[in-house]
């Protein structure tokens, strides 16, 4: 008998009632930044002449700091400070060009406070930009660097500006391979080949499969700067989760055994007003006192359009209140609207997030999360997956999804294989066997992917360091990971194995949501392979 392959639930759910249940690139730059200090601070006796010696590396940064030091606010040791962080690539034009910037952070340390905000400028931004006129935000470190950069940054927020940092994106190939490459949770799957393709019609190539991997220079690369298909608003929630994920994947203890390699890329590829060791120092104890201070999104008021970002000067005021203030914040990270007309942003305020508050993660009752049976779907999944694992490798599935969510289709043009079963190796060189499925949910902004992943015989991945909250649900123990007032993760163990719920990269699954596909969860168990018999003699 053929099994119907039931790949997208209607919205209803399934056809029939199922049987009762028996029973979350922009962060590389910080995270080069925090590298560097965070080892100094590390080291206590050598301290101040590991400091004197990353300066000495950093004195090509005199001609930056010529430039930029009269626009730059001056403070007092120990007030909070707001740093502008540039991402560029000089390999974008000739040498006596500026390079184009990709990415700009606006990171706050306020160490009375004992907290930590960042702030993304979305590149497409309309601005002003002096002695140019109108264009994209972009546009202001191509007509002047980090200097230009620097004074539109300051018009367009009215923050003081205390210390400028420019990183090269030459070094973050290198960075990544320094720390033995960085384990991504990967959403979906992202591909391009130029191969056949007109010259007007080419863009970056890319080749990442969906699913948990460790993911390595190039690819990383590729990864974290993919933007032909997604926003400016896509692509820094994809860059802010890598970081998030090679800030786990180094300890302090890696760092400071390690560190002539990563200052060696650092001091080549950075610079900085920071070019003195009573500067550098100033900074590193602001760090050290906010060490522990918990890190704050806030995201920049973005309104899409087909050619330009648009934010009014009112909601930027209001996102520059929150991140003086150090308030994340929450909903969806933004939209994937792009119909916006040309003339300016949109009144319903798409694309902003409020105020961050802990969520209640309750236990509510079937229905009233959104939620609707999708167990046939599922199990079509998990049957796939089961004749490709081992027995010892239990297969979970949702069996309640929102409304209108399908798993993504097979696709082999775009070199689409769903479900995805591979092997992997963990930090140890230990491989490992894994799933992953893919759900796409079609809302009036466009599709956002989701997913669920398994993992045979490890239970410790970086991903699952520092849960936000554990609950016990039903007998089974649930780790839950926050971003803002949204579950971005739920993850559950069964021995050694791991499971997981990932949110989409904008959040747009509530909590509830979120909780209740996991709690949907059931299992397939995989059936013995028989072994073949020998021949008789």
Known sequence: MIEQPFKKPPPEGDH????????YWWRFLLGSFLIVLITAGAVSASGLIYIESIANELAHNDVLKNKIERILKRTEAGEPQNILILGSDKRAGPEEEAGRSDTTILLRLD??????ALMSIPRDLKVEIPGVGTDKFSAAYAYGGPKLTLQV???LTGLPINHVVNVDFLGFVRAVYAIGCVYVDVDRRYYH???GVPPSEQYSEINVQPGYQLMCGKKALQYVRYRHTDTDIVRAARQQDFLSAARARVPIADLVLGRNELIEIFTQYTTSDISDKETMLEVLKLFIASRNAEINEVDFPAELGPSYVYASQAAIDEAVDRFLGIEASGGPRGSLDTAEAESGPKQRGKGKRKKAKKPKLQTKPPGSDGLVPT??????EAKIVARKVGAGFPVFYPSRLPSGASYEESNPYLHI?????????????????AYRMVLTLDLPDGTHYFGVQGIQGWSDPPLLSGPSITQTIRGREYEIFLDGDRVRLVAWHRGDNTYWVANSLLRVLTSDQMIGIARSARVKIPNRKPRKRRAAP
């Open 417 to 433: 294989q769903d479900p995805r079963v591979y092997h992997f190796r963990d930090t140890d060189g230990n491989r490992h066997g």
């Open 153 to 155: 940054v300051k018009e």
């Open 111 to 116: 160490p009375d406070n004992d907290a930590i």
């Open 193 to 195: 080949s130029n191969v």
């Open 375 to 380: 167990r046939e779907a599922g199990e079509v």
């Open 16 to 23: 029939e009632p199922p049987p009762q249940p028996k029973r």
